[in-house]
């Protein structure tokens, strides 16, 4: 059996096929919301894929996804908010590759709370320490002003929880946006699961909480994400290989 050198992950996959592949598993994981919600890989600096309007994450494909100029006219095939909101990202983001905009469960059950912000009360939690842009400004659907309110934000942070809305993610690829995802939206489960209990939280200090955050991006430095979606990438090509057509 040929084994694989987690220690060295090789994304053996095209740009498209790396978004395709987050929104087959953003599907599998739960984090999708009928056809709407959308994703972004800038390609240049000018032109990024996004998924086309009315395809469910589960069925999208590599050849599914359309480049546009983000410095364009909004073309045809796409949902306005999502032309809006990446293409006001993409303009104003600086070295943002990948945005992940999803209405994931948990995360966005917190951006419904009254004060939405992320405690260090575990491992997953003190990732984001810090690290975390809590936006309260939410101001209707993502079109026209709110979109290019909204496109302000990329450089806050590589996690913004939107009030009232839901979450987006950033990164320099796929993996990484991904992976952030992925642990904000654990993170905020298992918040809310120990908040729904009823008895009393115990976050570690401000002095923990920062240190383990730095140790999260040093462990983050070393590959965890490509080795995260390396794996991924080799599951869907056992299950759902159609996936990269």
């Known amino acids: 059996m040929q084994q694989h050198d987690v ?4 994304l053996d ?15 599998r994981l739960d984090m999708h919301e009928a056809t709407a919600n959308h994703c972004s890989l800038a390609l240049d600096e000018r ?5 086309p309007l009315g395809h469910h994450f589960s069925e999208l494909r590599a050849s599914d996804l359309l480049e546009v100029d983000r410095h364009g006219q909004a073309p045809a095939g796409i949902d306005p908010t999502a032309w809006a909101i990446h293409g006001a990202m993409h303009r104003q983001g600086e070295h943002i590759g990948c945005i992940l905009h999803s209405h994931a469960p948990y995360a966005t ?9 992320l405690p260090p009360v575990e491992q997953n939690s003190m990732r984001f320490f810090e690290r975390l842009y809590v936006d309260q400004g939410f101001d209707g659907m993502g ?4 979109a290019e309110r909204l496109g302000g934000l990329a450089n806050r942070a590589s996690v913004l929880l939107l009030g009232n809305h ?3 993610t950033t990164g320099a690829d796929v993996a990484e946006a991904f992976d952030r995802l992925y642990y904000f939206e654990r993170a905020c489960r298992t918040y809310l699961i120990a908040r729904s209990s009823g008895l009393p939280l115990k976050p570690v200090s401000d002095t923990v909480a920062r240190k383990t955050a730095a140790q999260w991006d040093d ?9 995260h979606f390396a794996a991924l ?10 996936y990269r057509h």
């Open 7 to 10: 220690s060295r992950p090789i």
């Open 13 to 27: 996959a095209s740009p498209r096929q790396q978004l395709a592949a987050a929104f087959r598993w953003m599907a």
């Open 47 to 51: 032109r990024f894929l996004i998924n």
């Open 109 to 117: 059950a917190l951006a419904c709370l009254e004060a939405p912000h």
């Open 143 to 146: 079109l026209a002003d709110e």
């Open 166 to 168: 839901g979450v987006v």
């Open 219 to 227: 462990y983050m430095a070393e590959g965890a994400a490509q080795q």
């Open 233 to 242: 990438l080799r599951i869907l090509d056992r299950d759902s290989p159609d």
